[in-house]
């Protein structure tokens, strides 16, 4: 078939496959395929490729490259890296988490890290003795184990649920996040209302529900939390995440791959089977080009639209439900809790108003349509561990990035205003913050070229403007479960009702998060693997 005016700047017109979506999925797909000597076009509608997963200077005249969007790295399979040779490292955080409390008026802090007897000395003072110390081991223990054995199965075929019980073959933690409700083990395991709560909060990332939701959909974020890397070690990628993308880049092109921004694609006409037709639009008019096999690196509600089928709408919508607050300060601030060292509190994630009791308090007003009175969050410090992303002369002069994850705050609460709702939330979530310093955040914050505080906030009606994310869902629909009992699964969880046609994005079964792995499961079924 011959591509009309649109398609002048391809170098063919018929590809073994054409990728819809240039993010971090979409490459890893178009590295594996290249590098097997397939064809491969990778069509992407804005003018530079990485989707969620790019490092950007959002701060005008400021010499600062932050992940704006996605900023930790736990689910990338080593096996990626190696695989494509990827000139990307990680660095991991010497301190897992601080949590700030004040408890009979005096401030105090939870710091998982620094070794274990500080740990558990830590412990202690929150909760009077070692028991729920012991308890946090014990339980992530079981976490670990199951981790080791769950995530190599994320690029292998796909299992069934019986397969991946009998691999597990611990029946206890299948059951405690296979099949009942979070809340249920954090109430049994854990005594106190503040460890509860930071367990609870790897449920919750990106994701609406209640501890005790019956669909599980918390265990099933909770699950991807734990097992990345085999560790459930969350790490910072070097160079900002954009360093992931520009890597895959260069390895989908040294295999042959050839990218084009600026080419959005509109449609796919396919039987399922005969070469598909891929419509795009560029700014010159459109075009069309003619693949083998189509992967769709979008969310499977665009994958609907493109196929001119009905997408899902109403309750089975996806919804995000988090605020994304990018910030540059010129000094980290002082804690109330002097036992600590701010680099070490912000170094880890810094827990705000996270308590169990706290989150569902908050999951409760959100339910009800209304922005959480406490809002809970989270934060940390790129820049602590990697300094690169900073300019010369801030790094010299103490400046540090900070990011705030704010968590149940869906979708829905910003429709009819999303700027004043934006504020607003921003204002509540950093008072928050603020009860557990001794200066006000807004006094560290570093002022841009034009003079205005370096400070941006994100919600999900903001990422659905910018990344087409549905409804802002960072995971482009709820998590799904590693495993596949239904014929529609596929043998690598990125199959569709059409033969030719793979979904290689976050909405794939085993997608969501900076992992690769629909990518790479995309590119193993093309290649029959």
Known sequence: MTANSGSRGLAQDVYDAVIVGGGHNGLVAAAYLARAGRSVLVLERLGHTGGAAVSTRPFAGVDARLSRYSYLVSLLPAKIVRDLGLRFAVRRRTVSSYTPFERDGRPGGLLVGGGETRTRESFAKLTGSDREYEAWRDFYGTTGRLARKVFPTLTEPLPTRARLRARIDDEAAWRMLFEEPLGRALEERFADDLVRGVVLTDGLIGTFADADDPSLVQNRCFLYHVIGGGTGD????????????????????????????????????????????????????????????????????????????????????????????????????????????????????????????????????????????????????????????????????????????????????????????????????????????????????????????????????????????????????????????????????????????????????????????????????????
């Open 234 to 529: 969350w790490d910072v990628p070097v160079g900002g995440m954009g360093a992931l993308t520009d890597a895959l880049g260069a390895a989908a092109r040294a295999g042959g791959a050839r990218i084009a921004t600026g080419h959005e694609v509109l449609r796919i006409h396919t039987d399922g089977t005969a070469p598909a037709e891929v419509v795009f639009r560029t700014a010159t008019g459109e075009g069309t080009v003619v693949a083998r096999t189509v992967l769709v690196n979008a969310s499977p509600r665009a994958l609907a639209e493109l196929l001119g089928e009905t997408p899902d709408t109403g309750a089975t919508a996806p919804e995000g439900a988090q605020l994304k607050v990018n910030m540059l300060l010129s000094r980290l601030p002082r804690l109330r809790d002097t036992s600590v060292d701010p680099r070490e509190a912000f170094g880890g994630t810094f827990h705000v108003a996270e308590g169990y009791e706290q989150l569902r308090r908050a999951h409760g007003e959100a339910a009800g349509g209304e922005l959480p009175s406490v809002p809970p969050s989270e934060l940390y410090c790129h820049s602590l561990a990697d300094p690169s992303i900073l300019g010369p002369e801030l790094a010299g002069q103490g400046y540090q990035t900070l990011t705030l994850f704010g968590l149940h705050t869906p979708a829905r609460l910003f429709e009819k205003d999303n700027r004043q709702a934006r504020e607003v939330l921003l204002t509540a979530t950093l008072a928050q913050l603020d009860a557990h310093l001794a200066e006000p955040l807004t006094d560290c914050l570093a002022f841009d070229g034009d003079g205005r505080p370096c400070i941006e906030a994100k919600t999900p009606q903001d990422l659905e403007r910018e990344l087409r994310l549905p409804g802002g869902h960072i995971f482009h629909r709820d998590l799904s479960w590693p495993y596949g009992d239904e014929a529609d699964a596929g043998r690598w969880g990125v199959e569709t009702a059409h033969g030719n046609v793979l979904l290689c994005g976050a909405g794939a079964v085993r997608g969501g998060g900076v992992s690769g792995i629909p990518g790479h499961n995309a590119a193993m079924a093309v290649l029959g693997r």
